[in-house]
């Protein structure tokens, strides 16, 4: 069972920055690849970014594109969102998610961390 732990969340004004991290459990080489979604209240899980565990390729929702970079560190077992010039539309619970191949499906196994940005 994956386990999965983000922090790094807070409270925050508009146009501040933060930096997620994902913590998982399990080898790197056992994951093809890492992705970080948002839920707000009321809304549906939204996809913000994935990074391939092999060639560190990246893929960004346009909602965070130019603001957001997601990064991970195989060695550690742990990735990142970084997050700058945040607005409030950004606040929701972040999770992150990792998928085992290609065409696996994303697997979600921590609480997420909050993330709330105020005007």
């Known amino acids: 069972q994956v386990q999965l732990v983000e922090s790094g969340g807070g409270v925050v004004q508009a146009g501040e920055s933060l930096t997620l991290s994902c913590a998982s459990s399990?080898?790197?080489?056992?994951?093809?690849?890492m992705g970080w979604f948002r839920q707000a209240p009321g809304k549906e899980r939204e996809f913000l970014a994935s990074?391939?565990?092999?060639?560190?390729?990246?893929y960004y929702a346009d909602s965070v594109k130019g603001r957001f970079t997601i990064s991970r560190d195989n060695a550690q077992n742990t990735g990142y969102l970084q997050m700058i010039s945040l607005k409030p539309e950004d606040t929701a619970v972040y999770y992150c998610?990792?998928?085992?191949?290609?065409?696996?499906?994303?697997?979600?196994g921590g609480q997420g961390t909050q993330v709330t940005v105020s005007s």
């Open positions: 998610a990792l998928r085992a191949s290609i065409r696996g499906t994303w697997t979600f």
């Open positions: 399990g080898r790197s080489s056992s994951v093809f690849a």
């Open positions: 990074i391939s565990t092999r060639t560190q390729t990246t």
